[in-house]
T-cell receptor
Framework: RKEVEQDPGPFNVPEGATVAFNCTYS??????FFWYRQDCRKEPKLLMS???SGNEDGRFTAQLNRASQYISLLIRDSKLSDSATYLC???????????FGTGTRLKVLA | NAGVTQTPKFQVLKTGQSMTLQCAQD?????MSWYRQDPGMGLRLIHY???????DQGEVPNGYNVSRSTTEDFPLRLLSAAPSQTSVYFC???????????????FGDGTRLSIL
């Protein structure tokens, strides 16, 4: 089993739709969680950290479910410009490595 | 504030050649890392450093060397390039690294490397 897993997609959604992605992790000692956005042929850019109580940044909501060991990203009112690959990253206390998922591709259609 | 700067952006090498990919950050970050990204494989950690003078291997270190003589710079050396090293390489840094809570990484814009 991979340490961090994501559904590769693509998720094809119409403009204005709400879409959610999950990212599961296997290490129960994981303490920090992040969502990154990566456009084609570009570097990953930090979208948001994920906090235990959940957090929101505009149309984006991130949540953590420690019992089931997954994080989620919800995008409301999707825009064409949201089309990208979304990567999750996890780090565990006492380790020196970030573990990335392979990403979920989102296409927002006009 | 430049953030994480990688050079070159593109490079073509012949098999057996050596080269150094440069990475510099101006944010006084302790932690720096190198990844390669291949289609369907995601980001794979090559080497990382938790501070000047300290480096360690990641998931795919073979064929690569690193050094960290200063806080700012973390060059990646390909010793004898092979076609299997054709990839996109990203350097990243974070203030204190993954051992502490909520220390996200910031990425350079990558180096596209082709080995013929």
């Amino acid at each position: 089993r991979k340490e961090v897993e994501q559904d590769p997609g693509p998720f094809n959604v119409p403009e204005g739709a709400t879409v959610a992605f999950n990212c599961t992790y296997s290490n129960s000692a994981s303490q920090s969680f992040f969502w990154y956005r990566q456009d084609c042929r570009k570097e990953p850019k930090l979208l948001m950290s994920v906090y235990s109580s959940g957090n929101e940044d505009g149309r984006f909501t991130a949540q953590l479910n420690r019992a089931s060991q997954y994080i989620s990203l919800l995008i409301r009112d999707s825009k064409l410009s949201d089309s990208a690959t979304y990567l999750c990253a996890v780090s565990a206390s006492g380790t020196y490595k970030y573990i990335f998922g392979t990403g979920t591709r989102l296409k927002v259609l006009a | 504030n430049a953030g994480v700067t990688q050079t070159p952006k593109f490079q073509v090498l012949k098999t057996g050649q050596s080269m150094t990919l440069q990475c510099a950050q101006d944010m006084n970050h302790e932690y720096m890392s190198w990844y390669r990204q291949d289609p369907g494989m995601g980001l794979r950690l090559i080497h990382y450093s938790v501070g000047a003078g300290i480096t360690d291997q990641g998931e795919v270190p073979n064929g690569y060397n690193v050094s960290r003589s200063t806080t700012e710079d973390f060059p990646l050396r390909l010793l004898s390039a092979a076609p299997s090293q054709t990839s996109v390489y990203f350097c990243a840094s974070s203030l204190r690294g993954p051992k502490l809570y909520n220390q996200p990484q910031h990425f350079g814009d990558g180096t596209r490397l082709s080995i013929l």
